[in-house]
């Protein structure tokens, strides 16, 4: 068996790389490092790298011909709501246009696939007040970075409706753990919250703290996209969360308990395009026989030992 893995040197990439190489799939990656780092796949010397731009029509259509692939996973992406609102049409390139040419390049050349997974992202659900949210809750995008993972999505499904390219689309909520780059623009709140307290600098608190969120460790992460692997599911989409919503203020005082003190806060008004509350249903991934092995206190205390 051989696997593309776009995105694979970032953060959920390279773990899911790290799972496919033990699994004894033979995999590629196409990543061109502006949020990812090689050094992040443990078993790279057993990996076939690609430092390009998925936006490089001729390279992937090269490469899929090539490669005869028998899984897709699609992870390549600007993955910052921000960033998405300062660069719309940039970033529609990637998150977009980007996955829409290499499935119009498989039903062209007629290549044959087990599975093309696509990763959305809950920001499609936007602020609607029903919760927690199913797969099949209304959506409402109010990023350009939400808008371009819905739309996707659509096309992703439909690709397996009208040719019969077996393809699924998750929907991950927070994911954390190591490997995460605090640095970097893209990086979620608690890779940030863990870099103020290691070093002591002072935690942008944008809004009242309030708002909720749906955490996962990355390898409950990797445990549900190998499920969903293994279940040959197609034209499918799932909620890949823990199925717990937490505040952001309460995440703050779970993590300064763990790291022994307290963290230096600055409060900013709330920034444009958040999603104010977020909890997912994940009734769909539990029928697969998923289930979270890391809760937060124990996915965060891991996270800190490795800092």
Not at 18 to 36: A, K, P, T
Not at 57 to 65: A, G, I, N, T
Request: charged letters at 20%; one cysteine or more.
């Amino acid at each position: 068996m051989k696997a593309l893995v776009t995105g694979g040197a970032g953060f959920i990439g390279s773990h899911l790389v790290d799972r496919l190489v033990n699994q004894g799939i033979e995999v590629v990656v196409v990543d061109d490092l502006s949020m990812g780092n090689i050094k992040n796949i443990k078993n790279r010397n057993l990996v076939t790298i690609y430092v390009e731009d998925v936006c490089n029509e001729q390279f992937m259509q090269r490469l899929l011909k090539q490669e005869k692939f028998d899984y897709i996973y699609f992870l390549a992406a600007v993955a910052s709501v921000a960033d998405s609102i300062d660069r719309p049409s940039e970033t529609h390139e990637i998150n977009h246009n980007a996955v829409l040419q290499t499935l119009e390049f498989i039903r062209v050349s007629k290549l044959k696939i087990k599975q093309f997974l696509f990763t959305s992202s809950a920001a499609v659900y936007g602020n609607l007040p029903d919760l927690p949210k199913k797969e099949t809750s209304c959506v409402d995008p109010i990023s350009p970075y939400a808008i371009d993972k819905y739309a996707t999505e659509r096309y992703v499904l439909a690709y397996d409706a009208l040719y019969n390219i077996p393809t699924v689309c998750v929907r991950f909520f927070n994911v954390y753990g190591p490997g995460q780059n605090p640095t970097s623009p893209y990086s979620g709140v608690l890779s940030i919250l863990t870099d103020c307290l290691k070093n002591n600098k002072l935690f942008t608190l944008f809004g009242d703290g309030l708002q909720t969120r749906d955490f996962i460790y990355v390898e409950d992460v990797i445990q549900a996209l190998w499920l969903i692997t293994e279940s040959d599911a197609h034209r499918q989409v799932f909620n890949v969360a823990n199925g717990r919503e937490i505040t952001l203020n309460d995440i703050i005082q779970t993590y300064e308990k763990i790291a022994g003190h307290k963290l230096s806060i600055c409060k900013e008004t709330g920034r444009d395009g958040e999603v104010k509350r977020s909890l997912a249903n994940i009734d769909k991934l539990t029928s697969l026989g998923y289930s979270a092995k890391w809760s937060l206190k124990k996915g965060l205390s891991e996270y800190w030992k490795g800092v």
